[in-house]
């Protein structure tokens, strides 16, 4: 039985990446881009886990909820492939003749989404960042990075989960005033 | 109004982050972080966004990082280091004076290029100094003690207690009951501990009103609804409208076998019973005005075994206590009602039944068959 905790958090985040990144990060994109998006995944996953609640059971919730949101995806696009109007016959049979452009547009939005995550860990205080990268990027546990930074277990939490919430803000607020954070 | 959405978006972004920190380690608190999750959608969603931007942060190769302390010495925000420290005015604020903050959102186009960086850079350190006081003062109270925490409500035995809820909704207790309540700006969540208590809900389609027992969900829109724990299952009665009650079934099981986990629609007039193993049985018409007579402080009995009424008297009950034997707990059955207060004339009415003895001693009334 392995759990998140006997692997280290980069390789779980980048092995989910590799599984579902691609999809679900277009989905949340669109979804920054246009709040009223009609389909709401978080809204499905949300009724999917009322439905199904011993979550006792899970052993990976990371993983779980991850999973769930890949699948809510998958299944609506499989519907939506059975929809012959929505699909663009064209762009489909492109995409099939130049699969290295479709990989190389993949690689392009992750190169602008790291330089906007470089100029936000930039404005951010140096302990917070210092916090953020080595909690998921080293994936040191609170006590591993306190006793190096000299804070404890407890302030490590408090840095990484601040350090955490300004990233995610300053996207957001980004989306919301169209200027760069 | 504007700022409370800001306030609760905020709010929920900490949550979300504070999970994520938490379970990279260690999936110990499991159970509370699906809990958190099925508090709203909002939920789902603000740790989807968590997840990918830990995704991103994760990715980032050495050069990349490097590149960070770079970009962080140019724009210059990095020389306080600690985070406690905000750096509001480390340049001299000479550029200020001569450009007002309203001057730089109202002059588009070119403004004047020997102030603008200046003021720009000004204005985004008050911006971060301000989310930094926002994320210090509001997320620490808000965690603490904000319409965002739980609050717990008890009574003792014989005790009754009416609680207004601050969206209007009112919860009544029973006797020896608990319930713990949360309200956000999307989600108002229940949590049943042990007891009984009637739920009349104020409409708001925006906040789900949800109410959870170790073994069932009973989600509400506008309506009044009994829920009593008891041993071994949660019993549901709806006084008004319509509630959904699902159980709490086995998910990996439920998975595996892709069955639909039960759930049922209950109309006013209707019950149903959920098992502590998860099952929601079939609606059944229950009487509304006896499911609430426990407000009256009344007993209603109908057809119930010894053991059943004795169990609800001690409920109210501290100071009396009924003790059935065993031989006869399962077998009578009787019909009434009674002064919850008064286990006394209860008492009296068995006495006239001529298969029981009715005993008192100290402090306990014990019921057993009478020898022939």
Known sequence: MTSINEQNAHAFVAESYKKYGPELRRYLQRRLKDRQDARDLSQEVWRRLLRIRNTAEVIEPLAYIYRAAANVIAEYHHLRSRDCVSVDSDAMQYAADHPAELARDEMSEQLVRQAELQRILAAMPKTYRDVLLLRVTEGLSYEEIGSQLHFSPKTVEQYFFRAMTLVRKSKRDKQKTGMAP | ?372
């Not at chain 2, 990082?65 to 001299?92: F, T």
């Not at chain 2, 959904?244 to 209707?270: C, H, I, K, M, W």
Request: glycine share 6%.
């Open chain 2, 1 to 372: 109004m504007m700022m409370t959405r800001i306030d609760d978006e905020t709010r929920i972004t900490q949550e979300a982050a504070r999970w994520f920190g938490s379970l990279i380690d260690s999936n110990a608190r499991r159970a509370d972080f699906f809990r958190w999750l099925e508090e709203s959608p909002r939920h789902v969603e603000e740790f989807l966004f968590i997840l990918a931007d830990a995704q991103d942060l994760a990715l980032l190769t050495g050069k990349q990082r490097q590149r960070i302390d770079e970009l962080s010495r140019e724009i210059g925000s990095d020389a306080s280091a600690s985070p406690n420290v905000v750096p509001l005015c480390r340049d001299a604020p000479v550029h200020f004076a001569s450009a007002t903050t309203r001057d730089v959102e109202t002059t588009s186009g070119a403004p004047p290029p020997h102030w603008q960086p200046g003021a720009r850079r000004l204005i985004r350190r008050w911006t971060a100094a301000l989310a930094a006081l926002l994320l210090l003062t509001v997320g620490v109270s808000w965690w603490l003690t904000g319409p965002g925490s739980w609050r717990t409500y008890s009574t003792e035995i014989g005790e009754q207690r009416a609680l207004e809820l601050a969206d209007g909704s009112v919860v009544d207790l029973n006797t020896n009951s608990s319930v713990t309540v949360r309200l956000t700006d999307t989600s108002r969540t229940v949590r049943l501990l042990r007891g009984e208590a009637l739920f009349s809900v104020k409409h708001d389609p925006r906040r789900p009103f949800l109410v959870h027992t170790s073994s069932a969900v009973i989600q509400a829109i506008g309506t009044r609804f009994n829920v009593y724990r008891r041993d071994g299952r949660t019993q549901v009665a709806v006084i008004e409208g319509l509630v959904q009650v699902s159980d709490a079934t086995d998910l990996t099981s439920a998975v595996r076998a892709s069955t639909t986990p039960t759930r049922q629609f209950l109309n006013a007039g209707e019950g149903a019973d959920v098992s502590d193993s998860g099952n929601v049985s079939e609606p059944k018409s229950v009487d509304a005005a006896r499911a609430v007579a426990w407000r009256q402080r009344r007993l209603v009995f109908e057809e119930d075994t010894l053991g059943e009424i004795a169990a609800e008297f001690n409920r109210y009950n501290a100071a009396v206590k009924i003790r059935v034997d065993e031989e006869v707990a399962g077998e009578e059955h009787f019909s009434g009602t009674f002064d919850a207060d008064a286990p006394e004339a209860m008492m009296q009415a068995l006495a006239g039944d001529l298969a029981l003895e009715v005993t008192r001693a100290g402090n306990e009334i014990v019921i057993r068959r009478r020898e022939p």
